[in-house]
């Protein structure tokens, strides 16, 4: 065991701040990582305030990590020390059931392990995410990030990256597709990137008439005031693929009436209220409503490599590990274009106390 330095939280009362804790040495399979940044997604704040009603205290979020590689396993060959690699949502799952068979371990029937907030074998405890110096991980989970992009960038490719790119991909979008993406935050800024990237022909749907610039300088062809009942209707029926990004309650009916017959939605975003769907919304052009979940490690190296291609990462803010706090209360306001992301070399100046 090795000390490490970080930021948690003990209590869902209690702030995120400095703390100590114990990681595992590397066994046999595993890679350290030295965090130089880690991505601040809106499941830390939940889990963090135990919002959940599951959170293992202490909890050290992060799950959008990317650093250097300082040691690895005696039966690891596809990394050394000095690789850049990144760590996303799960650091382990079953690797026998069907889901993990074919490579799609976020859906592991037992259910996948967590990068924080999970059970941890070889300690007895439970796992501490980035926010924190170093992690340790078994090599299957972990990922090459391409050299070419900025780091900093690329840490929320690992979660709000892949959320966005396994549905365009699963459901093929490409040249000639009609892609809407609702919504202009996290994710939705990352859903466009990605579509316009494929070749697709991508339209924002927003209620802010002020993000129609930076929607087109992300990749958007048209943006469409979805508060505007004359402009939806002028949409309908004419989209093969919307990705809905939006965590808020909102009018899902208004969204698929404009897909084409066979079309699809997919709900990436996560109201905390059920959306009400009415069935001919979906029964009259035998359209799709579905969900879909981050994506396997294989398909989330994918998406890196495809990010590498097409020079691709999210738009940032950076911050010191000091501020995380603030920075929770500004991605409750949606103040962030598009992700803040953690300088861990801030953690240097942390004098915390002892667990």
């Not at 803010?317 to 920075?327: F, G, S």
Request: hydrophobic share 40%.
């Amino acid at each position: 065991m090795f000390e490490c330095v970080g930021y948690g939280a003990e209590s869902a009362e209690a702030p995120v701040a400095p703390f100590r804790f114990q990681r595992r040495d590397p066994g046999p399979k595993d890679v350290e990582i030295a965090i130089t940044y880690c991505g601040v997604c809106h499941s830390d704040l939940h889990q963090a305030r135990n919002e959940w009603q599951n959170t293992l205290y202490p909890c050290v979020p992060g799950h959008e990590i990317v650093g250097r590689v300082t040691r690895v396993g005696a039966e690891v060959t596809g990394f050394k020390p000095g690789d850049l690699a990144g760590v996303g949502c799960m650091v382990d799952s079953c690797r026998t059931c069907a889901s993990c068979r074919e490579g799609l371990e976020q859906y592991c029937e037992p259910g996948f392990t967590a990068t924080y907030n999970g059970p941890e074998p070889q300690t007895g405890g439970h796992t501490f995410g980035g926010y924190s110096s170093h992690v340790v991980v078994d090599r299957h989970f972990v990922l090459r990030i391409p050299e070419t992009l900025d780091p900093a960038g690329v840490a929320p490719l690992l979660c709000a990256g892949i959320t966005t790119y396994s549905p365009l991909r699963h459901w093929k979008v490409g040249p000639g597709s009609r892609v809407g993406i609702v919504g202009l935050g996290g994710l939705g800024h990352m859903g466009l990137k990605l579509a316009h990237a494929m070749g697709a022909s991508v339209t924002l749907f927003t209620t802010s008439p002020g993000k129609e610039a930076d929607a087109k300088r992300l990749g958007a062809d048209a943006v469409v005031i979805s508060r505007d009942p004359e402009a939806m209707a002028a949409q309908g029926e004419r989209f093969d693929f919307i990705l809905d990004t939006v965590a808020g309650e909102h009018d899902i009916n208004a969204y698929l009436a404009l897909l084409k017959r066979d079309g699809t939605l997919v709900q990436v975003g996560a109201p905390e209220k059920p959306l009400p769907v009415h069935v001919f919304s979906v029964i009259w052009r035998r359209r799709n409503f579905a969900g879909s979940l981050i994506g396997g490690i294989a398909e989330t190296q994918e998406m890196l490599d495809f990010c590498g291609q097409h020079g691709i990462t999210a738009d940032i803010e950076m911050i010191p590990i000091q501020e995380i706090e603030t920075a929770y209360t500004r991605m409750l306001k949606s103040d962030v274009k598009y992700r803040f992301v953690i300088d861990m070399a801030s953690l240097s100046d942390v004098a915390p106390k002892a667990a």
